[in-house]
């Protein structure tokens, strides 16, 4: 069975200009989850879906932070624009239905000069 | 909202021996406590969780351990081997909300 699939793994831009990262659930799966992890740090929520429903964006700034999820599998994750502070590891995970196990992709690294 | 913490921030361990992490949570409504291996480039790694009908939980190497009435749970990796350095992460979570909290990590060595 495949993983949750990332990309890509690694970006840098300059401040201001806009990224986007994308994310592939396991198969299946109809949670999922974006995390930013800053270093040293563990995972902290962004945003959760259920199926295309964004169920939780609490902690997401919004201001500059987006997030979709059409169809209710793949999602993509948009930051316009970067900050130097928006530099970290920006991870995705997914869960099956009525499952608390989350199953966590290998992330992207975003460094913001 | 739910806060948890952990310690020790590092610990190193000759190879063989025992390594124990604590973590403390804070709302007395959270009943799942997973914990996760974080390789250097890598995403987290479930590698053993308990929930809140149990005390301890062990899976060949590795047991958790949860004090409730404290709000204490405690990860116990025995016979330690250089594949376990990583970085440990607790967490905490209320089942239905499934939203997880997780601790600061602990970076384990292991000595050769």
């Known amino acids: 069975e495949a993983g949750v699939v990332q990309s890509p793994r690694y970006k840098i831009i300059e401040k201001k200009q806009p990224v986007a990262f994308w994310c592939n659930p396991i198969?299946?799966?109809?949670?999922l989850y974006w995390y930013l992890q800053n270093l040293g740090q563990g995972p902290e929520l962004l945003i959760r879906?259920?199926?295309?429903?964004?169920?939780?964006d609490s902690q997401l700034p919004k201001d500059r932070f987006s997030a979709e999820r059409l169809k209710g599998v793949d999602s993509t994750l948009k930051i316009q624009p970067a900050e130097l502070g928006d530099s970290a590891v920006y991870l995705c995970?997914?869960?099956?239905?009525?499952?608390?196990?989350?199953?966590f992709g290998p992330g992207t690294r975003l460094t913001v000069l | 909202g739910e806060n948890v913490e952990q310690h020790p921030s590092t610990l190193s361990v000759q190879e063989g021996d025992s390594a124990v992490i604590k973590c403390t949570y804070s709302?007395?409504?959270?009943?799942?406590f997973p914990w996760y291996k974080q390789e250097l480039g890598k995403g987290p790694q479930l590698i053993i969780d308990i929930r809140s009908n149990v005390g301890e939980k062990k899976d060949q190497r590795i047991a958790v351990t949860l004090n409730k009435t404290a709000k204490h749970f405690s990860l116990h990796i025995t016979e330690t081997q250089p594949e376990d350095s990583a970085v440990y992460f607790c967490a905490a979570a209320y089942s239905s909300a499934s939203k997880i909290i997780f601790g600061s990590g602990t970076r384990l060595s292991i000595r050769p």
């Open positions: 198969s299946g799966h109809n949670t």
């Open positions: 879906y259920e199926n295309e429903e964004a169920v939780d």
């Open positions: 995970a997914s869960s099956s239905e009525g499952r608390n196990e989350q199953f």
């Open positions: 709302d007395s409504a959270s009943n799942y």
